[in-house]
């Protein structure tokens, strides 16, 4: 807490003699709360934060009756690019991203090829480097080929660490034996991403998947399979004394259990799996509500709430997985699993927001002040003197029904199709740059990888 003198010094007109830009009387959402602040920015890093004089500014922005977030960061994205532009590319996804009010994420190594070693890895940032319109990190995937290589891995630049798919998902990327598991932990000194389902019971239970009926995706890849899984992970971290990272945490067995087992493991949650339920999504949706790990009942969407509110969770990921109409029209179980999300996480969030289900400040911590501390990021995830600006303005009071035509993934779809929200993404400020305003892309491309701490 603030002191008086501290109070009082907020409160005067910051001194400095010009600044880039300033947003002018918005709600500041930050480490102080939330209050109307100005910003001011020089040089793309946040300069000073308080009452400002418009004068010293060489551009302002009205944000009256607007909130300003700190950047959204997305750390579970699928842009598949290399291999699977068909479904979405970097380009694409970004622009999806950045319409959505997110400034930053974390990409995913299914592609084609894999990024498993240190040239696929520079190869994609290549192909991200002022292309994408947010900044950006990829995570190099943990195979059994790859072992020795992690620790070299883990600090390339443009590295947000290991992912490890435990259970098939798309793509060819799989590590389902315990010996392996176990010497990849061994090896990781940050903290490694983990989709975590057992392959294993997956296959032995291929026979209860309903051809033609999607309703029975959950019923196949089930609680069990979830929690045998995590246990093993969980059990594995706390022998090597290692950070694992569970994805998409799907079932309340899981959430209860990681609750009591915080030293070593973290918890994501995604929109859908905290929005949509079984088996009313598979009624509406159909395929278009497959998932992995699948969409649930009522009882387990009731026990991630939960886990959120008792701040078992640590962060809000979208696992943003497009697929195309065509690969999504195919009867199940061959229809492909994944659905868009990174344009939706803020709107669909905001709305939980306004109806009560958690508080802003919370929300920002899922998304900005969350990946920050948990993955070491240099300079982000914070409205801070000298962070980046890097900035989410919303506006808590607009109602917006998404659409299948406001996505701009190159899937061209969403589940939310036709969904009211009330909260919205208004501009989206990379490193000072504004990339967004009110639905308009207004700046070429200048994604940039983001940076760690040593030793995060």
């Known amino acids: 807490m603030r002191g008086a003198g501290q109070r009082q010094a907020a409160g005067k007109a910051i001194m400095r003699t010009t600044f880039d830009l300033v947003l002018k009387g918005g709600t500041v959402v930050n480490h102080e709360g939330i209050g109307q602040r100005d910003i001011g920015i020089t040089e793309g890093r946040i300069a000073a934060i308080g009452q400002i004089d418009e004068a010293k500014a060489d551009e302002v922005i009205d944000a009256r009756g607007l909130h300003i ?24 996804g970004s622009r999806s991203a950045v319409l959505g009010g997110v400034t930053a994420v974390f990409e995913m190594p299914n592609t084609k090829p894999l990024t498993t070693t240190a040239e696929t890895l520079a190869h994609k ?20 080929e790859n072992i020795d290589d992690i620790p070299k891995l883990e600090r390339l630049e443009g590295s947000a660490g290991i992912k490890v798919f435990m259970g098939s998902s798309t793509g060819d990327l799989l590590v389902d034996d315990e010996a392996s598991l176990d010497h990849i932990i061994s090896r990781i000194s940050r903290r490694a991403a983990f989709h975590s389902e057992d392959e294993a019971r997956l296959l032995a239970r291929m026979d209860v998947r309903r051809p033609g009926d999607p309703s029975s995706h959950p019923e196949w890849r089930d609680e069990e399979a979830a929690v045998i899984s995590t246990r093993r992970l969980v ?5 090597h ?9 799907s079932t309340a067995a899981e959430m209860k259990f990681l609750g009591e087992h915080k030293d070593w493991a973290s918890v994501e949650v995604t929109p859908h799996h905290l929005t949509l339920v079984a088996p009313d999504c598979y009624e509406r949706l159909g395929t278009y509500a497959q998932m992995n790990p699948p969409v649930r009942d009522a009882r387990h969407r009731d026990a991630i709430w939960t886990g959120l509110e008792a701040g078992i969770v640590d962060v809000l990921g979208s696992d943003h997985a497009p697929h195309t109409r065509e690969e999504k029209d195919h009867a199940y179980p061959a229809s492909h699993s994944g659905m868009t999300g990174v344009q939706t996480l803020v709107p669909i969030m905001l709305d939980h927001v306004n109806a009560g289900r958690l508080s802003l400040e919370r929300f920002v911590d899922l998304t900005s002040h969350g990946p920050q501390r948990l993955f070491g990021i240099r300079g982000k995830g914070r409205i801070a003197v000298g962070y980046d600006a890097d900035l989410t303005v919303v506006d808590m009071k607009r109602e917006e029904t998404i659409t299948n035509a406001h996505v701009a993934s190159r899937a061209g779809w969403t589940p939310y199709d036709g969904t009211r929200v009330r909260g919205w993404p208004i501009g989206t400020f990379v490193r000072g740059n504004r990339v967004v305003w009110e639905g308009a892309i207004e700046e070429p491309a200048h994604g940039q990888p983001v940076h760690f701490f040593e030793g995060a």
Do not use: N, W
């Open 125 to 144: 940032v290549s192909l991200a480097r002022d292309r994408m319109f947010c900044d950006f990190a990829f995570y190099v995937g943990g195979t059994r």
């Open 241 to 249: 004394k290692r950070r694992v990272h569970v994805l998409h945490v």
């Open 69 to 92: 977030l700190p950047g959204v960061i997305d750390t579970q994205v699928h842009f598949r690019e290399p291999g699977l532009e068909h479904k979405e590319d970097l380009e694409t």
């Open 235 to 239: 059990r594995l971290a706390e022998k």
